[in-house]
Structures are given as C-alpha cells and as structure tokens.
C-alpha cells in the first residue's frame, strides 16, 4: 500500500533534514517523510565536509550565500546549545603570502564589513604570529566569528526533532522515478510514496531527481573531489586555529587550508580535482555512466578548455605529497611530509551550465509540485536552518500556507 504525505523531501543531508525541521515548526500537522538511499543520515557532502562555521566574509554582499550565512550563523549557535551539537568559535586567520594578495585580502574585508560582520580586522605579520606562531604572512585578516562543529551531530539533531514531531525518516531507499498523478508518485525501491510536493536535496544527483520532474532542465552537477591530509601530533603542534589562504576569486573552492577539528586533531585540505564517480571518495572509484556523463556533457567540454591549467595542477598534487605540501609549506613554512598522513575525502558537487559556467550561489527551481534544490554549496552546513527556512517558505506557498 502506498503512503501518501503532504511533503517528501528526497536527501537526508543537512539541507533536506534542516528544510523538514524548518517545515514541521512552521506547520506541525504537516504530514513528512524524508527519503535517503544510504542506511544514515549526512551520508555524503553533510558528513565530509571540513566541519567549519563560515562566518560569511567571502561572500558578495547581497548573495544568497551571504544572505543565507549571516542568518544561518546566528540561528546555528542557539540551536547547538538547546540540543547539545559540539562546536567552537576559534576563529581564524585569512593569510596572504605575497603583496600581490593584499588587493584581495583588501576585497575581503570589504566584503565581510558590508555582511555586517564585526570585530574582524586586518592584522601585520607580528599580530599574525601572536595567534599562529608558525604561519607565514605579509598581512592577514582576523575573524573571530569563525568556528568548528559537527554537522553529522547536527544533522542527527534534525532527524531526531522531526521524528519527534511525526515525520518518517526512510533509509536505504534510493528515489528512481517519479510519476505525476493527481498526486506525485515516488517509486523509491519497492516503495511507492504518494505526495502532494517533492522536495529535491539530493545533493550530488540533485541534477538527476530534478530531470524525473523537469527533463528539459540543462543544468549538470559535475562533482570534485576534495583530498584531506591529517596532521600526526608533531604537524598538529604548528597550527592553533584555522589557516586559510586568500582565495582565488574565480575558483572560491581552491586552496588547501588547515582545519582544527572538533574532536581533535588538525587536517590539511581539501584540494579539488574531478572525480570519476559523484560518491568517488577515493581516485579508483569510477563509475563509467557518471564520468562518461561529465566528459560529453557540453558544458564540462567548455570548463575544460578554460581552465585546463588549473585542472592538471589540482590533478598534480593529488598524486604527487611534496607538492600539496609545497602548497602547504606557503602558510606554514614548518611543516614536513612526515607531518600528514592520509585523511578522509569529501566530493563537492559543484553546479555547471551548457556554457561551462559554475555557480557560485544557491539555485532553487520550483516546478508544479516540485521544488528543486540545484545548487547548495558551502557554507550550506553553516547556513542550513536559513536555507531550510527559504525552501520550506516556497514549497508551503506552494501547497497554501
Ligand atoms: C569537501 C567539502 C568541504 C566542505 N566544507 C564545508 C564547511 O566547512 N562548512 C560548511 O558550512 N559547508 C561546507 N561544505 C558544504 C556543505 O557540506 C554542503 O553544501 C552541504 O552538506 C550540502 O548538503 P545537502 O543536504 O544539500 O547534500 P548532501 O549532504 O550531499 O545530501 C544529499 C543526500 O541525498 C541523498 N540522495 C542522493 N540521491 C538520492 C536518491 N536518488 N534517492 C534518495 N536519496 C538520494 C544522498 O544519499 C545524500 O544523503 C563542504 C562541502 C564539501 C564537499
């Protein structure tokens, strides 16, 4: 017999688990049930991530990003301290290395003051160095807002609040079609769910449940692996807080930082090269029908031609240990190949059009009866219970608030 909801949302990630709880405190009659293919919850991007509290300073001021941020930062911390998630605000240095940075190290803080972020400030190589007494730097940025958490320890905050208010968290059932009757039929597994509006968080094949609803969409998620190394307690030794390069404004996702983690110990990463699969955590992993389908997809063609140069770099360091930490060796002089030892993987999916454009920012499409997540990229953890409040607005306008 199929079960029949108001609202299924497809993705136990951070974003569909944040959506759900956004939905059930604004209407807690509203009959929910998320569905995930894995047998847990943050599965995949939520649960591979670097584990940081972004505090909003890279974003354009006005960007969903910034937007989603800046408000997802301010109701994240209350909620972790009601339900007990570990985090902590360490804040972190934004190092630049050579004079030809400072321009954009200069754009930075132009931005975070603009996102209303107080108390971050530019600081000299001595300042820098009181802080993280092993970096390298000409100048750098200060931002105290900057922290460290669980997001799998949020995200199980989130189911288990919307179990407790009714919903159903279904696992282990990977959505494979949708037919649209009167109601939307969801054939999950040998599950058929019946729901008045679907709601697509499926992260890495978030391009794909889109196509079961709108196949003309021309969107594709390419995905990108991001490569850890941790530090032995030597390596853990040189770093304080968070190290982080100034980025490259055309590729925001690049550049290796270091990274306290919350449960201790301090990796190195990510960097980010194509992956063969959209779940290849590892380089062998290869899934021919997904990487045939990012090879032929037009607009990975185009990316490619563009920025070739950048992509065998990434591609370099991934096999070659004395060049990432060369990359390294920029921030923190100190540390040695025998400080890092392989780390977990996380893979990004990173949203492209036919052109070979990237997006930088959220993207939500809605259809009849459908909403689509397209595009959730960091700091979507940070951001979840404002990017859960926006999705769950839309798809009640859809079904009448
Ligand atoms: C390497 C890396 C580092 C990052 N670092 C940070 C950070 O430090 N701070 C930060 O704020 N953000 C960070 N991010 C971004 C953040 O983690 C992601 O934006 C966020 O987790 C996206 O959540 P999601 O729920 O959209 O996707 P996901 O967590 O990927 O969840 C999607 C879910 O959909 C499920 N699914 C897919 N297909 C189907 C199907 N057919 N049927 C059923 N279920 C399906 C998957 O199993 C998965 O559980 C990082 C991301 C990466 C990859």
């Given at each position: ?5 108001d ?6 990630g ?8 956004r939905?059930?405190?604004?209407r807690?009659?509203?009959k ?35 937007r ?30 050579r004079?030809?940075?400072l321009?954009r ?22 300042e ?19 922290g ?14 919307i ?26 597994e ?22 079961l609803?709108?196949p ?36 925001p ?16 990463g ?18 021919w ?10 607009g990975f ?27 390294l ?11 890092l ?14 052109k ?16 689509n ?15 859960g ?11 009448g608030?």
């Open positions: 017999m199929a079960k029949t909801y609202v299924l949302v497809v993705g136990a951070i974003v569909g688990l944040a959506t759900a709880y939905l059930l405190e604004k807690p009659s509203l929910l049930a998320v569905v995930d293919k894995e047998n847990r919850v943050a599965a995949h991007q939520s649960g591979h991530n670097s584990g940081v509290i972004h505090s909003g300073i890279y974003y354009r001021p006005g960007s969903l990003r910034a989603y941020c800046i408000s997802g930062y301010k109701a994240l911390l209350p909620f972790c301290d009601e339900q007990g998630v570990p985090y902590e605000i360490c804040g972190k240095l934004i190092v630049a290395t004079e030809a940075e321009p190290l200069e754009a930075i803080l132009q931005h975070g003051r603009a996102n209303g972020l107080a108390g971050i400030r530019r600081i000299g190589p001595e820098a160095r009181a802080i993280e007494p092993n970096v390298r730097t000409v100048a750098a940025l200060r931002v105290p807002q900057t460290i958490m669980d997001y799998v320890a949020l995200a199980e905050a989130y189911r288990r609040l179990e407790s208010r009714g919903a159903q968290v279904l696992l282990g059932s990977a959505v494979r079609e949708v037919r649209r009757n009167h109601r939307l039929e969801v054939i999950a040998d599950r058929t769910i019946r729901t008045r509006l679907l709601i697509n968080c499926a992260g890495l094949y978030a391009d794909e449940i889109a196509r609803t709108l003309g969409h021309g969107w594709q998620i390419l995905p990108f692996r991001g490569e850890y190394y941790s530090l032995t307690p030597e390596g853990c030794k040189l770093v304080k807080h968070l190290i982080y390069p100034v980025p490259d404004p055309d590729f996702f690049l550049g290796e930082h270091f990274t306290r983690l919350i449960h201790g110990g301090v990796e190195a990510p960097n980010a090269v194509l992956a063969f699969a959209r779940e290849g955590y590892h380089r062998t992993i290869v899934n029908r997904e990487l045939a389908g990012t090879l032929t997809y037009p063609r185009r990316l490619a031609v563009r920025h070739w140069r950048q992509g065998l770099m990434e591609q370099y360091r991934s096999w070659s240990k004395p060049a990432f930490v060369r990359q060796q920029k921030l923190v002089p100190a540390v040695r190949s025998e400080h030892q392989p780390g977990g993987a996380g893979v990004r999916a990173v949203l492209c059009s036919r070979g454009e990237l997006s930088d920012d959220f993207v939500i499409e809605e259809g009849p009866a459908v909403v997540v397209l595009n959730a990229p960091s700091p979507a953890a940070t951001a979840s219970l404002a990017v409040q926006h999705i769950a607005d839309r798809a009640l306008t859809q079904i608030d």
